[in-house]
């Protein structure tokens, strides 16, 4: 059904903003009605719900994230992004874009993306 796909730069220094942008295929942001979901895994730790978006634009995020995180989308392009800002390296990750049958970490997360690997480095 949906195909996902992340992009966004191969490296971000730290104190700035990681920026990444899904790609949706096979499905539409405004048609289908999932949650539009961001999800990390750091080097050696498990999952971390970050942030979602969702119909009429509604977002939630993780409260461990919220104050330096923003999940937007542009519905011309059929994308939804990322933004984390004021970034460390403790944020080095693999970052998935997935969709989710309901707001939250709780979700089934029914499709996701490949993964792209995000250094937070100098």
């Known amino acids: 059904q949906v195909q996902l796909q992340e992009s966004g730069p191969a490296l971000v220094e730290p104190s700035q903003t990681l920026s990444l942008t899904c790609t949706v295929s096979?499905?539409?942001?405004?048609?289908?009605?999932?949650?539009w979901t961001w999800i990390r895994q750091p080097r050696g730790k498990g999952l971390e719900w970050m942030g979602a978006i969702g119909y009429n634009s509604n977002t939630l995020y993780n409260p461990a994230l919220k104050s330096r995180t923003f999940v937007s989308w542009d519905t011309s392009k059929n994308h939804f992004a990322l933004q984390l800002s004021s970034v460390t390296p403790v944020a080095t990750a693999l970052y998935y874009c997935?969709?989710?049958?309901?707001?939250?970490?709780?979700?089934?997360?029914?499709?996701w993306g490949q993964g792209t690997l995000v250094p937070i480095s100098s």
């Open positions: 096979d499905g539409s942001i405004t048609r289908d009605y999932y949650y």
């Open positions: 997935a969709i989710s049958d309901r707001m939250g970490a709780r979700g089934a997360f029914d499709a």
